[in-house]
Structure formats: structure tokens, C-alpha cells
Nanobody, 123 residues
């Protein structure tokens, strides 16, 4: 499966964005999808993940209460709605696919990664 994240950009503190992860290739519904991010000078961290059906989700501590992950299997797309953005949310956001996996926070479970999309939050 090939993944492409989009929707990043420059936003002010308190603003919102909707990130998209579009997939092509093998059956999209066979994959759990995760979002991760990497800020300058920091390690990549888990943001959110969603099960193959979309019925189960998990969130990293930094995302709880502010971010919402969802998916539309008919459109081969996963979304990450990011609200109440803070400067510390500035990072490159990546989506990744886990074949027949669950909504796991562990990077090692993800088989496929796409290029990221940059989110910059100004203060």
C-alpha cells in the first residue's frame, strides 16, 4: 500500500487543521492506520491510530481531547482533525499502515509509511 499525507500548513495558536492520509494499492480496509509526528530535534512520537473498521481508536497523551482520528474506507482515506493547536504541535506528521493490525501506538508494528506533511503552529 502507498500512503500520502496532506493537509499540513501554517496555523496560529488555537487554530485547526484536518490532515488526510490517502492510500492506494492493496485493500485499504485490511490496514490499521496510525499517525505519528516528529518535531525538530525530537524523536518521532505516536499521535493516534484507528482500527481497520474504524470502530476502535487510540490516542497519544498529546492528542487526547484535541485530536480526532477517523476513516472512510470507501475513499481509502484516514483523517486526523487537529484542534486547539499549540506551538509544541509543530512537527512533520506521518501516517503509517499496519497490515491486519490494530490501533497500536508502537512504530514497529507499522509496515508502510508515507512522506509526511508539515504542520507549523505560530505563537
Amino acid at each position: 500500500v502507498q500512503l500520502q499525507a496532506s493537509g499540513g500548513g501554517l496555523v496560529q495558536t488555537g487554530g485547526s487543521l484536518r490532515l488526510s492520509c490517502a492510500a492506494s494499492g492493496r485493500s485499504f480496509s485490511d490496514y490499521a492506520i496510525g499517525w505519528f509526528r516528529q518535531a525538530p530535534g525530537k524523536e518521532r512520537e505516536f499521535v493516534a491510530a484507528i482500527s481497520r473498521s474504524g470502530r476502535s481508536t487510540s490516542y497519544g497523551d498529546s492528542a487526547k481531547g484535541r485530536f480526532t482520528i477517523s476513516r472512510d474506507n470507501a475513499k481509502n482515506t484516514v483523517y486526523l482533525q487537529v484542534n486547539s493547536l499549540k506551538p509544541e504541535d509543530t512537527a512533520v506528521y506521518y501516517c503509517a499502515a499496519d497490515y491486519f493490525g490494530g490501533p497500536s501506538p508502537a512504530e514497529k508494528n507499522y509496515d508502510y509509511w508515507g512522506p509526511g506533511t508539515l504542520v507549523t503552529v505560530s505563537s
